[in-house]
T-cell receptor, first 114, second 112 residues
Framework: GAGVSQSPSNKVTEKGKDVELRCDPISGHTALYWYRQSLGQGLEFLIYFQGNSAPDKSGLPSDRFSAERTGGSVSTLTIQRTQQEDSAVYLC????????????FGQGTRLTVV | QKEVEQDPGPLSVPEGAIVSLNCTYSNSAFQYFMWYRQYSRKGPELLMYTYSSGNKEDGRFTAQVDKSSKYISLFIRDSQPSDSATYLCAMREYYGNNRLAFGKGNQVVVIP
């Protein structure tokens, strides 16, 4: 596709349920990022994938959060046993590689935990 | 102290005014400095970036970086209603991981 695609665009889930958020990066982009944006909190880094290197997971807030990237393309962010404080917009971005400054963002998945 | 500080207060200006936004940071390893613009319910999009200290101009937009003060600015001249958006500063190190550290963003409203 022409840009970064995220699905679903909106997700409402009950507290305690698991959710999966999907990101389709721009074709050929080797770098992929997940960020979380809460009201008034800016963008919080979660995880970064670069090619076949081990991902940088330093931003994941707890072990309930995990992410994988299959075949160097599509990525899935999984949140287990969701809590109300997980409610936020989850943004995915991709870029064409290390040293490249521009990251292209998707429109995000708005997660609401009730 | 957060790595990147951006006073998140909203800003309302009349059309044609100059908008001034700024961020401070604490990590002296930051080398790339960016401004992203985010419209409501959209993902951020890159507006401008600069490498190290200096100024960069692009149309009505000017970005300034002062590494000695760890301070970056964005100026929007002759502001238009279409400039109404949230502006986020972002920065990253040259070496090391490629995560972008963001400020909290400023919501700018340009009143016609």
């Amino acid at each position: 596709g022409a840009g970064v695609s995220q699905s679903p665009s909106n997700k409402v889930t009950e507290k305690g349920k698991d959710v999966e958020l999907r990101c389709d990066p721009i074709s050929g982009h080797t770098a992929l990022y997940w960020y979380r944006q809460s009201l008034g909190q800016g963008l919080e880094f979660l995880i970064y994938f670069q090619g076949n290197s081990a991902p940088d997971k330093s931003g994941l807030p707890s072990d309930r959060f995990s992410a994988e990237r299959t075949g160097g393309s599509v990525s899935t962010l999984t949140i287990q046993r969701t809590q109300q404080e997980d409610s936020a917009v989850y943004l995915c971005a991709s870029s064409s590689g290390q040293g490249v400054t521009e990251a292209f963002f998707g429109q995000g998945t708005r997660l609401t935990v009730v | 102290q957060k790595e990147v500080e951006q006073d998140p207060g909203p800003l309302s200006v009349p059309e044609g005014a100059i908008v001034s936004l700024n961020c401070t940071y604490s990590n002296s390893a930051f080398q790339y400095f960016m401004w992203y613009r985010q419209y409501s319910r959209k993902g951020p999009e890159l507006l401008m970036y600069t490498y190290s200290s200096g100024n960069k101009e692009d149309g009505r937009f000017t970005a300034q970086v002062d590494k000695s003060s760890k301070y970056i600015s964005l100026f929007i001249r002759d502001s238009q209603p279409s400039d109404s958006a949230t502006y986020l500063c972002a920065m990253r190190e040259y070496y090391g991981n490629n995560r972008l550290a963001f400020g909290k963003g400023n919501q700018v409203v340009v009143i016609p």
